[in-house]
């Protein structure tokens, strides 16, 4: 029984011991430690940093660099999106040389799907005309000007999936003359891009 108590009263002066220690080199360095003039001052702000075009290179994507190039080949400074827009004739004036790539069908199946889509585009297309007639005839004088280019851009587009629309019937006939699939306007595809 002796011998408990005194390894009990060994086990607790180690762990006195022990923990006065850790207490001790804790709070050594803050007693000697005198804060120096270095570390009352504020750190110093990281520069800002300043971008320039061989460090846009890096982060730039390939479409963002077609167009930085594109509009760099412009010779009035404009984008090439723009003058290429000017550059097309106005609907009516001219017949369009070639159907625009979304109305290339790959078959008879195809060519249907896709003249029913249009069909559904045109008819959304003239309710659209019908409501926006009926706004540009109640529509306060500020506004009417802005109704009415709206209408005459959405007028241009219409006519546009029309003349798709023309162009899926016709090469529908075609593969139907054709079995085999192999049209005329089936290999004037354009590249993909």
């Given at each position: 029984?002796?011998?408990?108590?005194?390894?009990?009263?060994?086990?607790?002066?180690?762990?006195?011991?022990?923990?006065?220690?850790?207490?001790?080199?804790?709070?050594?360095?803050?007693?000697?430690?005198?804060?120096?003039p270095a570390q009352n001052q504020k750190p110093v702000p990281k520069p800002?940093?300043?971008?320039?075009?061989?460090?846009?290179?890096?982060?730039?994507?390939?479409?963002?660099?077609?167009?930085?190039?594109?509009?760099?080949?412009?010779?009035?400074?404009?984008?090439?999106?723009?003058?290429?827009?000017?550059?097309?004739?106005?609907?009516?004036s001219q017949k369009p040389t070639k159907a625009p790539p979304l109305s290339?069908?790959?078959?008879?199946?195809?060519?249907?799907?896709?003249?029913?889509?249009?069909?559904?585009?045109?008819?959304?297309?003239?309710?659209?005309?019908?409501?926006?007639?009926?706004?540009?005839?109640?529509?306060?004088?500020?506004?009417?000007?802005?109704?009415?280019?709206?209408?005459?851009?959405?007028?241009?587009?219409?006519?546009?999936?029309?003349?798709?629309?023309?162009?899926?019937?016709?090469?529908?006939?075609d593969f139907q003359k054709n079995p085999a699939g192999q049209s005329a306007?089936?290999?004037?595809?354009?590249?993909?891009?």
């Open positions: 029984m002796r011998t408990n108590s005194v390894w009990k009263a060994a086990v607790a002066a180690a762990l006195v011991l022990g923990f006065s220690t850790v207490v001790r080199a804790q709070s050594e360095p803050q007693k000697n430690d005198k804060p120096a800002h940093k300043v971008w320039t075009d061989d460090n846009l290179s890096a982060v730039r994507t390939p479409a963002t660099a077609y167009m930085a190039a594109t509009d760099k080949q412009s010779p009035t400074g404009a984008p090439a999106a723009q003058e290429a827009s000017e550059k097309q004739p106005v609907a009516g290339h069908a790959k078959s008879v199946e195809d060519a249907e799907n896709k003249i029913e889509w249009e069909k559904r585009d045109i008819q959304g297309q003239e309710e659209y005309l019908v409501r926006m007639q009926g706004e540009l005839e109640q529509a306060p004088a500020d506004r009417k000007e802005h109704i009415q280019k709206l209408i005459e851009q959405h007028q241009q587009i219409l006519a546009d999936t029309r003349n798709e629309l023309k162009g899926l019937e016709e090469q529908k006939k306007s089936a290999n004037q595809q354009p590249p993909s891009q």
